[in-house]
């Protein structure tokens, strides 16, 4: 299966500094037994606490400010989207993590160290082209709560060709979503304007050697336009 994705040249030209890489991974075996399970959601705690020793390094850490300028150039309130920050502190408060599918353990362990946001959709589901673009403020998705909202006008959203994947205020489509019968999933890692390029190279290589694929794309202005296997 080919799918074509893209950036509207609308979002390259308002976030030139933008990078979003995309990488197909087939379904990644889950843990032996319940032991190792908990073993690698402690790892992902243990991750976390050892990268910030304190809540206040988190908080403070530089792109917090980074993401709250990302998302209010949208119009949109940053305490009102999910952000690797935040869920970080989530689990520096609770010292808790729970696994659900091994290919998002691997992305979250990554995000909440490195602050880099990743996200995981079923590629089964996805009906190419599949593009990023800025919200008309119609355009509809439904929440992992069942709930149908209509994306804010101006957010940035990610589309395929018959439904919104991803939206920056509700966050992913329920009926996007990798499920016990994913075969073969889609991951997005996103650069926000201060966000170093070595860093996201670094951090979508780490992604790759962890997941055991070596194939990805990666569009920004230069390369609006790429297709995946």
């Known amino acids: 299966m080919s799918i074509t994705i893209a950036i509207n040249e609308s979002v390259t030209n308002k976030y030139p500094e933008l990078d979003i890489a995309f990488i197909t991974v087939d379904k990644l075996p889950g843990y032996n037994n319940e032991a190792n399970k908990a073993a690698a959601e402690q790892d992902i705690v243990n991750s976390v606490l050892e990268v910030f020793p304190t809540k206040q390094s988190l908080e403070g850490h530089i792109l917090k400010e980074a ?7 949208m119009g949109l309130k940053p305490k009102k989207v999910s952000t690797p920050v935040q869920q970080a502190l989530r689990i520096f408060d609770t010292k808790k993590y729970r696994s659900l599918y091994r290919i998002i353990d691997i992305c979250m362990k990554i995000e909440y160290t490195t602050l ?22 119609t355009e509809q998705i439904t929440t992992f709560q069942g709930e149908t909202k209509t994306c804010k006008l101006g957010e940035l959203i990610l589309i395929d060709a018959e439904d919104v994947l991803h939206s920056c ?7 996007k979503s990798i499920s016990n019968a994913t075969t073969r999933n889609l991951v997005r890692i996103m650069k ?6 070595p ?23 230069e390369e609006r336009t790429a297709s995946l296997e």
């Open 67 to 73: 993401y709250d300028t990302f998302y209010k150039s």
């Open 116 to 137: 880099v946001s990743f996200q995981v959709y079923d590629l089964g589901k996805i009906k190419s082209p599949v593009e990023y673009r800025f919200s008309s403020g």
């Open 169 to 175: 205020y509700y966050g992913n489509n329920k009926n």
């Open 192 to 197: 926000i304007p201060g966000v170093s390029s």
């Open 199 to 221: 860093d996201f190279y670094s951090i979508t290589k780490a992604f790759c050697d962890a997941s055991g694929v070596d194939q990805y794309v990666i569009l920004n202005k």
